[in-house]
């Protein structure tokens, strides 16, 4: 597991090198600054991620893994949001946005930090899940986190229905479509989140089965229900959310076949068609 997850660290790490050695060359399409980072926030947390980090943070603080992997999901939604921001504002609109964004996010990290550090848990493995109750502190790191991240998803839907039908750039329409629904499948997963936090705190009945992925024993991905929206809609969500931002990019090679195709007989001049006829 390991070796996949700094595999995947050096192909965004080696990808926003890339793009980085294109902004110091010269004016570069709007989003790129944002691109970059988005990749750094990825391969830092597939780095984050893997065993022997997660050993090392546990010396320096207990599980101090489970802060800095939602630090790192917050930084992967506000990169995220900042370069769909950047794609379909003015510059002085989306700078704007962004500072407000980065002002926010900054304080819900400091928020969730001074929480968690202030509540330690020592001895235990998995998730948070039923401490919530003995610990209230907890549960505030989880309700901001969620709150937030909600707040991302907000931002990518909202912008991705203003400009999806104003683009005349197919691709783009289609990404930004993309975007809104991968957006709906999250906010829809972190509503569940959520109340099951509240279930926690205030000692209600949550609505589906808690526990971890392997405690709901998945048949499938919609059976139980609690795997459909534990594990499927995440899932989905992120694919079509990536999908989106990226189809932009790699949409127009794609179909440059067809569309060179489809071309081919308008531009065909009168004397070749004439040469054609002859033969």
């Known amino acids: 597991m390991d070796g996949l997850l700094f595999a995947g660290a050096g192909v965004a790490f080696g990808w926003a090198g890339v793009r980085l050695r294109g902004l110091r060359r010269g004016p570069v399409r709007a989003g790129q600054g944002e691109l970059c980072a988005l990749l750094m926030a990825f391969g830092l947390a597939f780095v984050l991620m893997s065993g022997r980090a997660r050993a090392v943070e546990g010396r320096v603080f207990p599980h101090l893994g489970w802060l800095l992997a939602d630090v790192c999901a917050l930084a992967v939604a506000l990169c995220t949001v900042a370069y769909l921001l950047r794609v379909t504002r003015s510059p002085r609109e989306a700078r704007t946005a962004i500072r407000a964004r980065i002002v926010a996010y900054t304080l819900a990290i400091a928020g969730m930090s001074d929480l968690f550090l202030g509540s330690p848990v020592s001895g235990r493995g998995g998730a948070l899940g039923e401490l919530y109750r003995e610990r209230p502190m907890l549960g505030g790191y989880a309700d901001i986190f969620l709150v937030m991240l909600g707040v991302a998803m907000v931002d990518l839907l909202r912008t991705g229905l203003r400009h999806a039908g104003r683009t005349s750039r197919a691709a783009l329409r289609l990404g930004l479509w993309s975007v809104s629904a991968g957006a709906v499948l999250g906010l829809v997963h972190l509503a569940e989140r959520f109340v099951f936090v509240q279930a926690q705190l205030f000692g209600f009945e949550p609505p589906l089965p808690v526990g971890t992925v392997g405690d709901l024993g998945c048949r499938s991905p919609i059976e139980p229900l ?49 040469r054609g006829e002859a033969r």
């Open 226 to 274: 609690g795997c459909l929206f534990s594990v499927t809609l995440p899932a989905v969500a992120v694919l079509l959310i990536a999908v989106g931002m990226t189809l932009p990019a790699w949409g127009p090679a794609r179909t440059a076949p067809v569309r060179g195709w489809k071309d081919r007989r308008p531009h065909r001049t009168p004397a070749s068609e004439a």
